[in-house]
């Protein structure tokens, strides 16, 4: 047996996996009001189409503004943004309107009827494709019909570069905190290949 194994301990289930992306979700409501909520649960589901995920409590305002309107936008919050993105999150867009108290200004998507942040590095337009209840929460599928991004926070490959949009994440269940993305540890689809055999 190894000697540097580590016991492990059951927890049990819970919504724990590290780290969770922060993901600020557009839409209009029925009566044309823009909002933003704050979701951590959610991620890339495909590529082709390329779509993305977002789960959703019933309870919350974005759950039926998505519905209504067949589109959101996702926005992708900066380490600058990081007190804007927790508060959308606290507060209900039923009693609070979320851009007048960040300050972020609602911008209208030309691609899907969904409003998003202008100040955030990038944000994604998605059409509802599908949607599925779980349990507690429903997954909204997107397809991505556009990206809108800062000139700035662009790559040599004229997509937004991690580095440069200063994305946060947040810790999930147990680390109930919001963190900045680290140090680049290597070059993905390159560094494994030191333990391929021949």
């Not at 009001?33 to 951590?40: E, F, G, I, T, V």
């Not at 905190?177 to 391929?196: C, D, R, T």
Request: glycine share 10%; hydrophobic share 35%.
């Amino acid at each position: 047996m190894n000697a540097n194994l580590t016991k492990k301990i059951h927890l049990g289930p819970h919504t724990i996996l590290h780290p969770h992306p922060v993901m600020l979700v557009g839409t209009y409501g029925a009566d044309g009001k823009p909002n933003l909520m704050n979701a951590a649960w959610g991620g890339i589901c495909c590529s082709d189409p390329p779509c993305v995920a977002v789960s959703l409590r019933e309870a919350t305002l974005t759950y039926h503004n998505i519905l209504h309107s067949q589109a959101f936008t996702v926005g992708i919050p900066s380490r600058k943004h990081v007190e804007a993105a927790d508060y959308v999150g606290i507060v209900s867009g039923r009693d609070h309107d979320k851009f007048r108290d960040t300050g972020l200004t609602p911008l209208k998507s030309e691609r899907v009827h969904a409003p998003l942040a202008s100040e955030l590095p990038f944000s994604l337009e998605c059409r509802l494709l599908q949607h599925h209840k779980l349990g507690l929460h429903t997954m909204f599928i997107g397809q991505i019909l556009g990206i809108l991004a800062d000139e700035d926070v662009l790559g040599p490959n004229g997509m937004p570069d991690i580095e440069k949009t200063q994305a946060i994440l947040y810790g999930g269940f147990g680390s109930n905190h919001y963190f900045a993305v680290g140090e680049k540890l290597g070059e993905a689809f390159s560094v494994g290949k030191n333990l391929k055999k021949s």
